[in-house]
């Protein structure tokens, strides 16, 4: 089975600066898909960004981008430039590649609290 | 905008009552699910589904059951509430994987109080 670790329960950053959170992972698929959600307080759950595991490129959506690391099942997520508005629980999740008429499960990690100070 | 929307932002039951949580999507999607959110437990599915009246169990199936009849509604049921089951409840939906990736898209949430 599918594990997803996150091992940072809470992070704080200030505003303007950089942040790191980490994520590891257990499969013995070679192909999957890797994503990383924001809960912000009281509002749903979006995706930030997403990862394809046969890609060695890393992922970037504007100040988010990821460090991949497939041989060490390692997929951390970095925020560049942080705002208040990126303040909230952060989940990272797998999925494996889902066949005809199942659905692509996701398997979360715990999360990671982030909290932006001024 | 795809939106998923959840019956009820809170609820209060009391232990042995049914529940009916109730998800509705406008975005035609084949695939939901429901989790339930806990501290330090992370999302864990309880069960999904990827079609009409098909439905798998997740994770953590137990003490729960569900029910889709239309495309758009997926309804999860407690049938005897119990004060375990006392959690935050987040329902989602996907297009199917066609070439792989399919994005999930989540409601506001229920959170569930049992006393």
């Known amino acids: 089975a599918q594990t997803v670790t996150q091992s940072q329960p809470e992070m704080s950053v200030q505003e303007a600066e950089t942040v790191t959170l980490s994520c590891t992972y257990d499969?013995?698929?070679?192909?999957?898909?890797l994503f990383w959600y924001k809960q912000p307080p009281s509002r749903q759950m979006i995706l930030v960004i997403r990862?394809?595991?046969?890609?060695?490129q890393n992922a970037t959506e504007n100040r988010f981008s990821v460090n991949f690391q497939k041989a060490a099942k390692s997929f951390s997520l970095k925020i560049s430039d942080s705002q208040l508005g990126d303040a909230a629980m952060y989940f990272c999740a797998y999925s494996r590649l889902g066949n005809t008429g199942t659905a692509s499960k996701l398997t979360f990690g715990t999360g990671t609290r982030l909290q932006v100070t001024l | 905008d795809v939106k998923v929307t959840q019956s009820s932002r809170y609820l209060v039951k009391r232990t042995g009552e049914k529940v009916f949580l109730e998800c509705v999507q406008d975005m035609d999607h084949e695939n939901m699910f429901w989790y339930r959110q806990d501290p330090g437990l992370g999302l864990r599915l309880i069960y999904f589904s990827y079609d009409v009246k098909m439905k798998e169990k997740g994770d953590i199936p137990e003490g729960y059951s569900v029910s889709r009849e239309k495309k758009e509604r997926f309804s999860l049921i407690l049938e005897s509430a119990s004060t375990n089951q006392t959690s935050m409840y987040l329902c989602?939906?996907?297009?199917?994987?066609?070439?792989?990736?399919?994005?999930?898209?989540f409601g506001p949430g229920t959170r569930l109080t049992v006393l």
């Open positions: 499969t013995s698929e070679s192909d999957y898909y």
């Open positions: 989602a939906s996907s297009t199917p994987p066609e070439g792989g990736f399919n994005e999930q898209f």
């Open positions: 990862q394809e595991a046969y890609k060695q």
